[in-house]
């Protein structure tokens, strides 16, 4: 009797999961179909790319062993864990320098061929990492990684981590340099129209974000700094009170020179709002590393409390590697990076002499008026102009469909900033770490390495935009500030 009502369970169980399991193809093969046309579809997955493969190399270092037997020369749990993180970073960041190196040899003004190979062949893509994996597990040695740790990942992440500040400073620019814009294009409407009410409602919006943002980011700064000092400043904490001092020193003198005459003279878009968004970052950094560092001095009360250790360190963990991955991600497409001739996206991949011009014109209208005076002598027939026609508007055709594949980011550099990520996440994993004594998850970035990299940043960021503050004053004729 149970073999006869298991049929028709067996049979439907078959059906729903062969429907389940062609749905999720179809949608699947879908997806991927509109990647291939989707510039932003094919940056996501070279981020979850990134993402899967820095998640699978902490689990790898936490758990205590390397990924398949091939690698038998590790002596220590340890050790095989930091071996596999080594050998997962470097194939993820090999995968992305050929990349580059395909892409490169691309012809010039191929644009079709360039976007094709950046946003599809997701198949051979996938097989060629999985080749490359299995070539540095099997024919590497672990003194090859530790070699190219040294030399190769710690200065490339440390070119990563300076992009990272770069983009902080543009965008403390960009938010206050839009804000004063909308303000400026709102006042010049309202005085146009007599004061619209509507309008007057946007120029309130952009003044109250402008004024009201500055206030909450100098805020926080000074929440965040008192917190410092009640939690982390004890007498015998010489690292964190130094970190402390120095960042209220380079708060403040930011703060003045951005108001300063001599700044406003030569820049008058500088003010108190960006340096309000380099304050908060900059000090966020500090109280990240003093919450991060280790607590063998008893400088760290956070990490003391048992009741949730396993879930913050997971869930910290994860937010530290998602937050590396939306910086690398934002950092490939940013227009900062890309070298570009004039107003358009165009970048180094593009050819400046194939865009068209007026001479293009006039040679295609004489053109055809020498074919129209033939036809008139009788020298060539009525359907040489016809066809002549026919193959303007496909040669048209095709230029439309070769320009509206043209790359919107820099491709070359797209990879260079993934390869540089990939190489930060290896010595942010690595550098200093060690086992906890109940073998549990090891919490991403709790090592004085990365706590003084926080704080040393902190300090860069402040430099560049004191930089970007000083760099007109010194070099006038550099910049060109329309307002």
Same mark, same amino acid.
């Given at each position: 009797m149970g073999a006869v009502l298991s049929i028709p369970i067996n049979a439907a169980i078959s059906f729903s999961s062969s429907f389940l399991g062609a749905t999720a193809s179809s949608m699947v093969k879908s997806a991927l179909s509109n990647i291939e046309t989707s510039s932003l579809g094919a940056r996501? &997955? =070279?981020?979850?790319? &990134? &993402?899967?493969?820095?998640?699978?190399?902490?689990i790898s270092l936490s758990t205590n062993h390397t990924l398949w037997n091939p690698i038998k020369n590790c002596t220590s749990g340890i050790e095989c864990g930091v071996s596999t993180v080594y050998r997962l970073n470097f194939t993820l960041g090999l995968y992305h320098i050929l990349l580059m190196i395909i892409l490169l040899g691309v012809p010039e003004g191929n644009y079709k061929a360039l976007t094709k190979i950046q946003n599809s062949y997701w198949g051979s893509k996938i097989f060629l990492y999985f080749v490359l994996l299995f070539v540095s597990f099997r024919f590497f040695s672990n003194d090859f990684f530790t070699w190219f740790s040294k030399f190769i990942s710690l200065p490339c992440g440390s070119i990563f981590v300076f992009i990272g500040l770069v983009l902080l400073i543009d965008f403390a620019h960009e938010y206050t340099e839009t804000c004063l814009g909308h303000i400026k294009e709102e006042t010049e409407n309202m005085i146009e129209n007599g004061g619209i009410e509507e309008e007057t409602i946007a120029l309130k919006f952009w003044r109250r974000l402008l004024i009201g943002g500055t206030i909450i980011m100098y805020t926080s700064s000074l929440l965040m700094i008192a917190i410092e000092f009640m939690l982390f400043c004890k007498n015998h904490c010489g690292m964190n009170i130094f970190a402390w001092i120095l960042n209220i020193l380079f708060l403040i003198a930011t703060s003045v020179m951005s108001i300063h005459p001599v700044i406003q003279d030569y820049n008058p878009k500088s003010g108190l709002s960006q340096a309000s968004v380099v304050g908060i970052y900059s000090t966020y950094l500090v109280f990240s590393a003093m919450a991060g560092e280790p607590d063998d001095r008893s400088c760290n009360p956070l990490v003391r409390s048992t009741g949730t250790r396993r879930a913050s360190i997971i869930l910290g963990s994860i937010f530290t590697i998602a937050a590396i991955v939306y910086t690398t991600l934002r950092a490939a497409g940013n227009s900062i990076f890309h070298i570009t001739s004039d107003e358009s996206t165009q970048d180094i991949f593009l050819d400046e002499n194939t865009y068209t011009d007026l001479s293009n014109d006039d040679r295609t209208e004489l053109r055809k008026k020498a074919i129209q005076s033939a036809i008139d002598e009788g020298s060539l027939p009525q359907s040489a102009m016809d066809e002549y026609i026919l193959e303007e508007e496909q040669n048209k055709a095709a230029n439309l469909e070769n320009n509206a594949m043209k790359p919107n980011y820099n491709y070359l550099l797209f990879h260079v900033i993934f390869f540089l990520a990939t190489q930060w996440i290896s010595m942010l994993l690595t550098i200093n770490v060690k086992q906890l004594d109940n073998g549990d998850f090891i919490p991403v970035g709790r090592t004085y390495f990365y706590s003084w990299v926080k704080?040393?940043?902190?300090? &860069?960021? =402040?430099?560049? =935009?004191?930089?970007s503050l000083l760099a007109p004053c010194i070099m006038e004729e550099k910049f060109d500030y329309n307002f």
């Open positions: 996501i &997955l =070279y981020a979850v790319g &990134l &993402l899967i493969n820095s998640i699978v190399s902490w704080i040393v940043s902190s300090w &860069l960021c =402040y430099i560049l =935009y004191g930089w």
